[in-house]
Structure formats: structure tokens, C-alpha cells
């Protein structure tokens, strides 16, 4: 039989649970330096993590954002066929919409001219109903004072005690 072999380490890998015993691999007969990076190593805290995304945002080349209304910029020669394609669909979207748009207000303003025509035609209703209701006011006035004028007066013979 053979002898049970020890678990086998490979630099920089981390262990498989915490429960799982650390084993230092010598290099050269020494434990490696403290802060030593090793390739694959896991960060010990959050902030190596964020101190490394900044060196290596640092170290990229910054190059100017390229703008879409600028394609001869980036292509040489004429616009491609995709972006031929794009212009047309972006004109008939446009199209499309403002048709939808001078519609839709057209409609509108159709329907508030017919409204406003029905509002006018009710006010002129209006109008001639209360003038109408003032005339049958006084003429209802005068009818109740010639029926005061009358019981009032005692020139008349009383006809009431002949019948």
C-alpha cells in the first residue's frame, strides 16, 4: 500500500473551504515575501480590489468617445449600408410621426371649432330664453297690477251679492 499523500497546493490558488488547512509551497526553501502578488491570488480585502481597478484604469490609454454623426471619421469612404438603412428608418419614423402628430391636433382643433360653435349657438339660446323670461316677468307684473287697480277700486258696483 501505499503511503496517503499530502493535499497538493497550486501557487495561488485559494483553499476549498475555510475548514480545510492551509499549506505554505516553498519557493526555494522560504515562505514568500509579505505583499507578494501572486498570479490568480485572491484579494485579501475590498480595498485591494478597488487600489487594483484604479492602477489598471490608470495604466489604459484614454481615447476620445467617437460620435455617431461623425461615421467618415471612423470609416473610411462612404457610410455603410447599415447606417444607409438607419437614416432611411429614422426619415420614415419621422415621417410617420409627424403625419400622426398634424392629425391628431388637425382632429382636435376640428373638434373644438365644432364645439365652439355648439357653445355659441347654446348662448345665444341662452340669451333669447332669458330675454323671453324678462318679457313674461313684466307681463305678468302688469297683470297683477291691473288685478290690484281693480279689487281695489270701489267705484265699481259689487257684483258679488247680485249673483
Known amino acids: 500500500m501505499a503511503a496517503p499523500r499530502p493535499p497538493r497546493v497550486v501557487p495561488g490558488e485559494a483553499s476549498e473551504s475555510d475548514s480545510e ?8 526553501g522560504e515562505a514568500p515575501a509579505a505583499g507578494l502578488k501572486v498570479p490568480g491570488e485572491a484579494s485579501e480585502t475590498e480595498e485591494e480590489e478597488e487600489e487594483e481597478e484604479e492602477e489598471e484604469e490608470q495604466q489604459r490609454p484614454k481615447t476620445p468617445p467617437v460620435l455617431a454623426e461623425e461615421p467618415a471619421a471612423v470609416w473610411a469612404g462612404g457610410p455603410s449600408l447599415l447606417q444607409q438603412r438607419l437614416r432611411e428608418g429614422s426619415g420614415r419614423l419621422r415621417a410617420a410621426v409627424g403625419s400622426a402628430l398634424r392629425h391628431s391636433y388637425g382632429s382636435a382643433a376640428r373638434s373644438l371649432g365644432g364645439l365652439e360653435a355648439a357653445l355659441g349657438r347654446a348662448q345665444v339660446t341662452a340669451a333669447a330664453a332669458a330675454h323671453c323670461l324678462r318679457l313674461a316677468r313684466r307681463d305678468l307684473q ?6 290690484d287697480i281693480v279689487t ?3 267705484l265699481l258696483p259689487d257684483i ?3 249673483l
Open 21 to 28: 488547512p492551509e499549506l505554505l509551497v516553498e519557493t526555494g
Open 142 to 147: 302688469a297683470v297683477a297690477d291691473t288685478i
Open 152 to 154: 281695489a277700486c270701489h
Open 160 to 162: 258679488r251679492g247680485q
